[in-house]
T-cell receptor
Framework: DPKIIQKPKYLVAVTGSEKILICEQY?????MYWYRQSAKKPLEFMFS???????DNQTASSRFQPQSSKKNHLDLQITALKPDDSATYFC????????????FGKGTRLTVV | GDSVTQTEGPVTVSESESLIINCTYS????????LFWYVRYPGEGLQLLLK?????QKGSSRGFEATYNKETTSFHLQKASVQESDSAVYYC????????????FGLGTRVSVFP
């Protein structure tokens, strides 16, 4: 059974619209992350949360806003979508932020048309 | 910034043949990076294959091995005899000691093993 659930698996959005990517983890972890992989580019770290608090933000654009309503949830809201936002977005988690293994979800593939 | 360069895929090998995926890194902001290999099997999320946190040491898992070479800034992944189930995308990555903060990944190398 998947321990990190990402919804939806695929998402098509219109330029200028807003979408929310859902992530839930059932590993009992305290730290959660978002990564992104665009075509022909490496996986790119975006955010880290620990105990529902933002710890690291490597995303320049404020259009990307993580939302943590529960300890095991970390959704990603993306506003004013652009075609360049097309990518696979991976949610990840680890027991804590210090020296622990990072587990990844299967990803949400977002296409902005 | 930090970066990771790995063998460009796709790589196609026959079952029981050997496999090597090259990985070199540049860690400008981390004095002693930790090095990782992640694997993504079809339909699955990324999972940690092996990690090495000390230069000169070797990590191994599922028949794969990688040695942390600080002199050549390399962390090549090798397997002596691959199986069809090794078909996957392999990612080399580096991070700080507190590696949960944010890993720097390579592009990934897609490996297809044919019977």
């Amino acid at each position: 059974d998947p321990k990190i659930i990402q919804k939806p698996k695929y998402l098509v959005a219109v330029t200028g619209s807003e979408k929310i990517l859902i992530c839930e983890q059932y590993l009992g972890h305290n730290a959660m992350y978002w990564y992104r992989q665009s075509a022909k580019k490496p996986l790119e770290f975006m955010f880290s949360y620990s105990y529902q608090k933002l710890m690291d933000n490597q995303t320049a654009s404020s259009r990307f806003q993580p939302q943590s309503s529960k300890k095991n949830h970390l959704d990603l809201q993306i506003t004013a979508l652009k075609p360049d936002d097309s990518a696979t977005y991976f949610c990840a988690s680890s027991q804590d932020r210090v020296n622990t293994e990072v587990f990844f979800g299967k990803g949400t593939r977002l296409t902005v048309v | 910034g930090d970066s990771v360069t790995q063998t460009e895929g796709p790589v196609t090998v026959s079952e029981s043949e050997s496999l090597i995926i090259n990985c070199t890194y540049s860690a400008t902001s981390i004095a002693y990076p930790n090095l990782f290999w992640y694997v993504r099997y079809p339909g699955e999320g990324l999972q940690l294959l092996l990690k090495v946190i000390t230069a000169g040491q070797k990590g191994s898992s599922r028949g794969f091995e990688a040695t942390y070479n600080k002199e050549t800034t390399s962390f090549h992944l090798q397997k002596a005899s691959v199986q069809e189930s090794d078909s996957a995308v392999y990612y080399c990555a580096l991070g700080e000691g507190n590696y949960a903060q944010g890993l720097t990944f390579g592009l990934g190398t897609r490996v297809s093993v044919f019977p």
